[in-house]
């Protein structure tokens, strides 16, 4: 389920207010322009399938959208198409949708290839693709013409095969400068997971929060790649992946994670919280192989676990270059071979201790509660302070080593709608319910499938409960009231739905909810219902994601309750939000935090939307970014006024305020103009007017 749609950021985003620091009008007014004419032709958001162009086929679509246009796509039946974008564009499921692409014997996917291309588009394009589902289908594309261009490609599910130990998920080749984020994508794949190959560019790749396995182990090569062919200045982030069960292929150069350096190029390498495990055949985990002498290595090797490598955890063959090597509280446990490359400055670098996963087989690689891992990391990198789930890292004895940060905390009961909707950011994502006895099972309802365990059967109607909001329609279950909701193509952190015990009887009923990944149970709960004549609610929040909730009722439990809508909840925090109710927000604040000081801001790399940030009086929220030249930047925070009043100011490098968004009605929006001259790390300050605590949903873009 995409969450309700906010108007996109850079495409055709309104110019409330252009702050230009400057004593020249001129200039201001020029640009001013430019995004007034820009704004009238980049500003569309279409549907597929849709009015034309978008009536026929999506390529259709996509070859007839402006520069800067959104699509959203709006089926459920797969696309057997092969995609071609050679422009900027943003192509994302429309809500309630789960689109795929691909889902035939014909391997399909979207190439990048058209990008910077003469005729078609120029420089500085940027391409989004997020949240779809990939069916046999791939990422690819050959990125040679133009310069500046930006691929996020984030949140998709992919199931990759052809029986070829060179090909991949993710497969690209960029030949001019290129940055490229490659976040929170969940692959199995023949081949490579995720490759990138660098030829003669300097390019800026991030690997962050990807969940890589194999599709075919005998024809599966390293999990994730980036190889360097050319000179230039080079820099890789590779944070919080699962790589596991890669390498099978008896293919040679075959590892985890894999760094290959082949020219003289400039490297600035960077890996921290990744877990690595089950790398076959002659795979490493870790793998740096620099080839040419002349290049200019600095590697940062941080908190790290690689176990069950065929061959090393950690190889580390630097080829005679010049290099910087940094190597902090990593763990490699099991491997096949002594770790390469790890001695002298990095002696204390690397422990071996078992891991204790949750559960290999089920592909659990979080931590259980005795893992030897736990506060065992080094805590004096600040850089990524949120783990795989989306969760804070809990800084005690120090993080957590890995992907992955252990909280105890058991899984939550809500049983008041305004505290799921208000505390950890609960939205509906039901559709309203049909008038309609003998609904087709599963029943796909918004954002997610609701049916009844069997042998029992859904039915709408009329029913005595009437939740506010809906259309008088609920779901009542004919026989054993055991239902199962699931989230459609993702996973939650919350799952609630309005539920009715009081019509049913005159005492109170127990229930079971379950919770489920993937088929897989991964908490369960007892909760006995309070039988006032109003309606009540079921939330069940977890520290881990789950995607399926099952209400189950036991032997003592009335007939006749009813159901309503569901919510979810994305927010990654711990159970400490609640208490009887909605605890104070400020001493928790956001999986954000700390970002209290501009000593200690968040460093995001915009595009950047996020939602569920809390301000408070008196507890500052600090953002930095950089922003060249000439460019434009825009920021909007989206909240109720109402609930408290919101401002921000937007510091230069200098310290400066240079803008500010400091109405006193909903939201703020400021567009701001960076001088000619100037440029560097912006700070955003975002600021609770008096004693409020409110949530805000923070954009922030450029162009």
């Not at 350096?261 to 690595?276: G, K, P, R």
């Not at 310290?655 to 929006?669: C, I, L, M």
Request: hydrophobic letters at 40%; a negative charge.
């Amino acid at each position: 389920m995409t969450k309700p749609t906010i108007a996109p950021l850079i495409w055709g985003r309104r110019t409330n207010l252009l702050v230009q620091a400057t004593t020249s009008l001129l200039p201001a007014l020029f640009a001013l322009a430019v995004l007034s004419i820009a704004g009238s032709v980049r500003a569309a958001q279409l549907i597929y399938p849709g009015p034309a162009p978008c009536d026929t086929t999506l390529q259709g679509c996509i070859s007839a959208a402006a520069e800067g246009d959104t699509i959203d796509i709006a089926t459920n039946t797969p696309i057997d198409e092969q995609l071609f974008i050679g422009r900027t564009l943003r192509l994302r499921p429309a809500p309630g949708f789960t689109p795929v692409i691909g889902g035939s014997e014909n391997t399909r996917g979207i190439d990048f290839g058209g990008l910077g291309q003469t005729g078609i588009s120029g420089d500085n394009q940027r391409v989004i693709v997020e949240d779809l589902t990939f069916d046999n289908a791939r990422l690819t594309g050959v990125v040679r013409f133009g310069t500046g261009h930006e691929l996020l490609l984030r949140n998709n599910r992919m199931t990759f095969q052809l029986d070829n130990n060179n090909s991949g998920a993710i497969d690209l080749r960029v030949e001019v400068p290129t940055t490229t984020v490659i976040e929170r994508n969940h692959i199995a794949s023949t081949g490579q997971g995720i490759r990138v190959q660098s030829e003669g560019a300097a390019t800026t790749v991030d690997f962050l929060d990807n969940i890589v396995t194999t599709s075919l182990p005998e024809e599966s090569n390293s999990g994730l790649s980036y190889r360097i062919i050319g000179t230039g200045t080079h820099d890789l982030r590779a944070y919080g992946n699962v790589v596991y069960s890669v390498a099978g292929c008896s293919c040679g150069n075959a590892s985890g994670i894999q760094l290959r350096v082949e020219e003289a190029a400039e490297v600035n390498a960077d890996f921290q919280h990744n877990t690595l495990h089950d790398i076959q055949r002659m795979g490493d985990g870790i793998d740096v192989f620099v080839v040419d002498a002349g290049a200019v290595i600095s590697l940062r090797i941080i908190n790290n676990t690689v176990s069950e490598a065929r061959q090393s955890g950690y190889r580390l063959n630097l080829g005679g270059a010049a290099s910087s090597l940094l190597v902090l509280n990593n763990n490699s446990f099991n491997n096949g071979q002594p770790d390469v490359g790890l001695d002298g400055s990095a002696a204390d670098g690397v422990m071996a201790l078992d891991p204790q996963f949750v559960d290999i087989a089920g592909a659990d690689f979080r931590l259980r509660k005795e893992s030897f891992l736990i506060d065992r990391g080094a805590s004096g990198d600040g850089s990524f302070r949120l783990d795989a789930d989306g969760a804070t890292r809990r800084i005690g004895g120090g993080p957590d080593i890995g992907a992955y940060e252990f909280d105890a905390e058991a899984p939550l009961l809500i049983t008041r709608r305004e505290v799921f909707e208000g505390a950890p950011a609960g939205f509906v994502v039901s559709d309203p319910y049909p008038n309609n006895s003998s609904p087709g099972e599963p029943f796909v309802s918004g954002g997610v499938t609701l049916s009844a365990v069997a042998p029992s059967s859904l039915n709408f109607s009329n029913w005595p409960a009437d939740f506010p909001g809906d259309n008088n329609i609920e779901l009542a279950i004919n026989d054993a009231e055991n239902l199962n909701i699931q989230a459609i193509g993702q996973s939650v952190r919350g799952l609630g739905i309005e539920f009715d015990d009081a019509s049913g009887g005159s005492s109170p009923s127990t229930f079971d909810a379950v919770m489920f990944l993937l088929g897989r149970e991964v908490g369960t709960l007892s909760f006995r219902t309070p039988n006032p004549s109003v309606d009540n609610f079921v939330g069940i929040w977890t520290p881990i994601v789950f995607d399926t909730l099952r209400i189950l009722e036991s032997p003592n439990a009335n007939e006749n309750e009813f159901f309503g809508r569901v919510f979810f909840s994305q927010v990654g925090a711990t159970s400490k939000l609640f208490s009887d109710g909605l605890e104070e927000l400020c001493p928790l604040d956001d999986g954000w935090e700390p970002n209290d000081s501009m000593a200690a801001p968040t460093v995001i790399l915009p595009p950047f939307e996020r939602d569920s940030f809390v301000s408070c009086g008196g507890n500052d929220d600090f953002f930095r970014f950089t922003a060249e030249e000439n460019e434009v930047v825009f920021l909007t925070a989206t909240f109720d006024h109402a609930d408290g009043n919101i401002d921000f100011e937007l510091l230069d490098p200098s310290g400066t305020v240079v803008a500010r968004g400091d109405s006193t009605t909903n939201n703020e929006s400021v567009n701001y103009l960076v001088p000619p001259g100037e440029g560097g790390e912006y700070t955003l300050r975002v600021f609770g007017v008096g004693d409020i605590q409110n949530r805000y949903l923070l954009e922030i873009d450029s162009a």
